[in-house]
């Protein structure tokens, strides 16, 4: 694979500020210093300031993120994090996309990079569910606009997705909906779209992953049947 990529498995920085420290001439590999796009397997020896690095075997977990934490792993205002939730032991740990900070529910966290990004890549439509509280009665009829496509802030016009009612009353409705994209806000842009607002967001499923036996604030590691259903995505 190549250095840079190797470094960042190794948890040592992301792969740009890896190729800051190839350029810098800190990387070494079988003792020479290592060059940009090098390519190296587990069996080369390569150092950084005299400092033999190794690949970590990768985390992969699930959290149930509760309202009022940033999916980021840093933040100038000092919020809080699902990072702080986490235990300081698994490292360089990143979540895979991303939950408002009003929003809850399900959030996988993990040190693999490549398995985040081909979760999180709009070419490979994972399917994600979210249960959505709206204020008022809606029928069926109210989420047609929504299941189609529509146009949100911004002139972007969503792509069609799966909507039903669960629960109704006078005060509020209880929706479940399926998308597979992952716009800044976009189900709360969407419901804005047809006049309702969003009073709360929990995605409840990725995939068939489910937040089943977890309560807010809860995390754990998934299994390798988990993990394995994650890769075929």
Do not use: W
Request: charged share 30%.
């Amino acid at each position: 694979m190549r250095l840079n990529k190797f470094l960042a498995a190794c948890g040592i920085a992301s792969r740009r500020g890896c190729d800051e420290l190839i350029s810098a001439g800190k990387v070494k590999v079988n003792g020479k210093t290592a060059g940009l796009g090098m390519e190296v397997s587990e069996s080369d020896e390569v150092t950084i300031d005299g400092r033999r690095v190794t690949l970590k075997k990768n985390e992969y977990y699930i959290i149930n993120k509760p309202k009022g934490y940033l999916s980021t792993v840093s933040d100038d205002k000092g919020r809080r994090k699902v990072l702080d939730l986490m235990p300081e032991s698994v490292g360089r740990i990143y979540p895979v996309g991303r939950l408002d900070y009003e929003s809850e529910g399900l959030l996988i966290m993990t040190t693999d990079g490549e398995l985040a990004q081909r979760l999180t890549h709009p070419s490979h439509e994972v399917p994600k569910t979210y249960l959505v509280k709206i204020e008022g009665t809606a029928t069926e009829a109210t989420l047609n606009p929504i299941r189609s496509g529509i146009e949100i802030e911004g002139g972007y016009v969503t792509k069609k997705c799966k909507a039903h009612i669960v629960e109704t009353n006078k005060e509020y409705t209880k929706i479940h909906i399926t998308i597979t994209e992952g716009k800044n806000r976009e189900i709360r842009k969407m419901f804005a779209a047809i006049g309702r607002e969003v009073t709360l967001l929990k995605r409840i499923k990725i995939g068939e992953l489910t937040l089943r036996g977890l309560d807010r604030g809860e995390y754990r590691k998934l299994t390798k049947q988990e993990i394995a259903y994650l890769m075929s995505l």
